[in-house]
């Protein structure tokens, strides 16, 4: 006869797991890995809950962890009271399984009464992390295999509390139906800075530009004003400058500053770009051409005006015409081919060059076209045409271009030029001032877009998604860390913050991202944002990935911590449950949460399947409960 087993192991972690890998990416696993920073704690109690009965003969307990490579820790606990047991050294991430068994004598000796095994993801966040482990009731033979189970037991896993705490695992069930949000509490908070206002080395213009970051984290910045692009480390450290006809390091002092017309020189230098070899390209605005320098400045080739040439090279500064392999430049980018993608500022259109600088395309006047133009500079308000093309980004795994203009919007295209879309970027908090110019595709697959203008203006920027849906925006008006005088470029570094220009405040600022396998992760209504208004409505449903037990099953209690939870907004808890994983039937667990971690049991809640639905809801558009762990025990 299958029982429920009588004792309980929880699984609870006591230190912070410390992702070094990027997003996406799997840490190692074994136990034993030098780098494992999880410590975890398993709390052993005959019984723990009530609903199971204890089983008399139960004397001991054996306890095994195993990794993805087959790497095992071992723990025995005899019966008694409440017993604790450690693991430690163990690498963070998928992959485990934990097994348990209890016997019929001490030390694991005798019969083996009972066994159960469940998957395990190590993770830790702001609240403990728990595990139980229930188990079926079946007598073997003293030499089974714990890991295997009594021969012939014929036990089934009865499974795990679920919980859900990072970004990534509560967007497993997918939220685009949703008016609820997953995030990172402290997303895009303020880091560090560098810059002040000069023209000594490390010191910018009183209206800086653009920049771009490379594999080692190093910083490039356009500094308009002084006629000069400047290099510095990921802490913000100055490297190296080019300008004023020149290249020098933080050896040597600033040059005089002065417009350019060789190599080394420039008239108004705005977008920047590097490759894959940490080769760095740069917008020479009213010199009309593009010029590309190795890691350390060298001159390596440049592009305009028709004509093409490499060092040592200079080329002449012809005038402006409307002909093919001619442009008036201004944003900058690559694609995952080396093709470089210019927004043509007062030509308004956008272009598409070979790595060797030959014209490929261009979009504008509701066109594309690959041969010689025919077509004016004429500005336009329908798809694919420009008011003041600014800035252009590449998708680098399919080619998707994006093109913002002051048309307060950013235009999608696909890799042949062909439109696709319009992301508006006039919201209620945003009206069209004709701000969107700068923007960037974050890793996280939204796109940032700079809102500037002088206070009260715009001073934010805006995150939506891929499809136009306004996520979020962060920043506002002010001279303090974390405050932004008309905010331009944003850029990623290789340890996943980024960096923003504060154009007007001659500085460079660094923010923590959001990482979708941070451990702080968790749940808000869609647009909640401060400082500044929010704009959603409510209210917002969330459903957690549905759990299987393998078998019918009575489900023990359904849990969640609410850290947040304003006046004039209110959580209700549902749980689903099915026998197919199609048809669900709910019924209410809680109609008005309080704040804090809170278990309920599930009354009547008996089937294979069984998953949670959160609704969150406000009368005040500026606040949000927030949910961070959800989970259900069996």
Not at 260 to 273: C, E, R, S, V
Not at 310 to 317: C, K, N
Not at 350 to 368: H, K, N
């Amino acid at each position: 006869m299958h029982r429920a087993m009588a004792w309980l192991v929880m699984l609870t972690f006591l230190g912070g797991c410390h992702l070094a890998s990027s997003p996406g990416v799997e840490p190692p696993r074994s136990p034993a890995a030098a780098q494992g920073t999880a410590s975890v704690a398993l709390r052993v109690a005959f019984p723990e809950r009530t609903a199971q009965a204890l089983v008399a003969n139960t004397q001991s307990v054996k306890i095994l962890l195993r990794d993805a490579d087959g790497h095992d820790l071992t723990r025995t606990v005899d019966t008694g009271a409440p017993t604790t047991v450690q693991f430690e050294g163990l690498a963070p991430g998928g992959g485990y399984t934990l097994y348990a068994a209890g016997y019929s004598g001490l030390n694991a000796t005798g019969i083996m009464l009972s066994w159960g095994k469940l998957p395990v993801t190590l993770a830790s966040g702001r609240n403990q992390l728990s595990l139980s482990l229930s188990v079926v009731m079946k007598a073997g033979a003293g030499a089974a295999d714990l890991v295997t189970g009594p021969s012939g037991n014929g036990a089934i896993q009865l499974g795990a509390q679920k919980v859900f705490t990072t970004m990534r695992d509560f967007q497993a069930p997918g939220m685009s139906a949703s008016n609820i949000e997953p995030f990172d509490p402290a997303q895009n908070t303020y880091l560090a800075k560098f810059g002040s206002l000069g023209s000594q080395n490390g010191e910018f213009g009183s209206h800086i530009q653009m920049l771009a970051i490379d594999s080692k984290g190093r910083i490039w910045v356009s500094d308009d004003i002084n006629e000069r692009v400047l290099q510095f480390d990921k802490d913000g450290v100055f490297l190296r400058g080019i300008g004023s006809d020149t290249v020098w390091t933080s050896a040597s002092s600033a040059p005089i500053v002065a417009q350019g017309t060789t190599n080394y020189g420039f008239k108004d230098p705005a977008g920047l770009a590097v490759d894959a070899q940490d080769n760095l390209y740069v917008s020479d605005v009213n010199n009309r051409r593009i010029l590309k320098y190795d890691a350390s400045g060298n001159f390596l080739m440049g592009f305009g005006g028709n004509q093409v040439w490499v060092a040592p090279a200079t080329a002449s500064i012809p005038a402006h015409r409307n002909d093919t392999g001619y442009f008036r430049n201004y944003g900058l980018d690559l694609d995952r081919n080396g093709n470089i993608y210019i927004g043509g500022y007062s030509d308004n259109r956008a272009y598409v060059f070979s790595p060797s600088g030959q014209f490929l395309r261009a979009i504008g006047q509701g066109t594309t076209w690959t041969a010689t133009a025919s077509v004016t500079w004429a500005t336009g308000s329908v798809p694919s045409t420009f008011n003041s093309c600014w800035h252009v980004r590449v998708d680098k795994t399919d080619g998707t271009m994006y093109v913002s203009d002051f048309n307060e919007r950013v235009q999608v295209f696909t890799s042949n030029g062909d439109y696709v879309r319009t992301i508006s970027t006039v919201t209620a908090d945003k009206p069209d001032q004709r701000t969107a110019g700068f923007f960037e595709l974050g890793p996280d697959g939204n796109v940032y877009v700079a809102a500037y203008g002088s206070n009260p203006g715009p001073n934010f920027y805006q995150v939506f998604t891929r499809t136009g849906t306004l996520l979020s925006r962060f920043g506002e008006f002010g001279t303090g860390n974390g405050q932004l005088q008309n905010p331009e470029t944003i850029a990623w570094a290789p340890d996943g913050a980024f960096w923003t220009v504060d154009r007007d405040g001659s500085r460079v600022q660094k923010w923590r991202s959001a990482n979708p396998a941070d451990p702080a992760g968790a749940l808000r209504l869609r647009g909640h944002r401060q400082p500044g208004p929010a704009v959603y409505v409510g209210p917002g449903v969330y459903e957690t990935p549905p759990i299987d037990a393998g078998a019918s099953i009575t489900w023990g209690a359904a849990y969640w911590d609410i850290p947040t939870l304003p006046a004039g907004t209110q959580v209700t808890v549902e749980a689903g449950r099915s026998n197919d994983g199609v048809n669900w039937t709910w019924s209410l667990v809680s109609g008005t949460p309080g704040t804090g971690r809170t278990a309920a049991n599930l009354v009547g809640v008996t089937g294979r399947y069984c998953k949670l639905r959160l609704t969150m809801s406000t009368t005040n558009s500026a606040l949000s409960p927030i949910i961070q762990e959800v989970g259900v025990l069996y």
